[in-house]
């Protein structure tokens, strides 16, 4: 029996550290991700700004297995124009005028499909999904603030052992634990992540 599962985690920190030095050091998939306890590797692939995440994980019965994920990154600079200041294509603006407006940065995350088949569950091989956004914005004092909202969404063989309990209680204590350890390793990663940057107090 198959069960379908998701997770979510969240987190809002302030760094304290330049806007530029942080949005590029978040942008690094392989950095970041290497705080995650449960990620094993991140590799760039041969389609552009897509990464290969691999995750080890245990299932409820303390059986390990593999988890893969095909993530395609993209960033964008947040900029708000003054009223005065009427804009019709983004294209066109100067880097003299982006620079001046940029309120901030976007990190978005999401699931790349691709066509080979990944899943092999006797190898206890599984795909999973990734979504997340990560909004940076700059702050007073040289602080930046960063905010992140990640969703996964994964499906697995279920044990025959769970089996004799109701599906939707079977579902949503899943997706509860799945988030809580989720929630755990985003705050472990982000605290390790903090590290690199002095006094980096939490919201």
């Known amino acids: 029996m198959?069960?379908?599962?998701?997770?979510?985690?969240?987190?809002?920190?302030?760094?304290?550290?330049?806007?530029?030095?942080?949005?590029?050091?978040?942008?690094?998939?392989?950095?970041?991700?290497?705080f995650n306890p449960f990620c094993h590797s991140v590799e760039l692939t041969n389609i552009e700004n897509v990464y290969k995440w691999l995750f080890r994980v245990t299932d409820p019965q303390n059986n390990p297995f593999d988890v893969i994920f095909f993530v395609e990154q993209s960033e964008e600079l947040l900029v708000e124009l003054p009223e005065?200041?009427?804009?019709t294509d983004p294209a066109e603006?100067?880097?003299?005028?982006?620079?001046?407006?940029t309120i901030g940065k976007k990190i978005h995350w999401k699931h790349y499909p691709v066509a080979a088949q990944i899943e092999d569950p006797e190898k206890y091989l599984f795909e999973a999904k990734a979504?997340?956004?990560?909004?940076?914005?700059?702050?007073?004092?040289?602080?930046?603030?960063?905010?992140?909202?990640?969703?996964?969404?994964?499906?697995?063989?279920?044990?025959?052992?769970f089996r004799i309990i109701p599906e939707k209680i079977l579902h949503a204590m899943t997706n509860a634990g799945m988030s809580m350890i989720m929630q755990t390793a985003t705050n472990k990663m982000f605290h390790s992540i903090s590290k690199d940057f002095e006094n980096t107090p939490y919201l």
């Open 84 to 87: 005065h200041m009427e804009c």
């Open 93 to 101: 603006l100067s880097d003299e005028i982006i620079n001046l407006y």
């Open 2 to 34: 198959e069960m379908d599962a998701t997770g979510v985690s969240k987190g809002d920190w302030i760094f304290q550290g330049e806007f530029n030095r942080i949005t590029d050091y978040l942008s690094d998939q392989k950095k970041i991700l290497g």
């Open 131 to 161: 979504f997340a956004d990560m909004y940076m914005h700059p702050l007073k004092d040289n602080k930046t603030r960063v905010q992140f909202d990640l969703k996964i969404d994964v499906r697995f063989i279920l044990y025959p052992a």
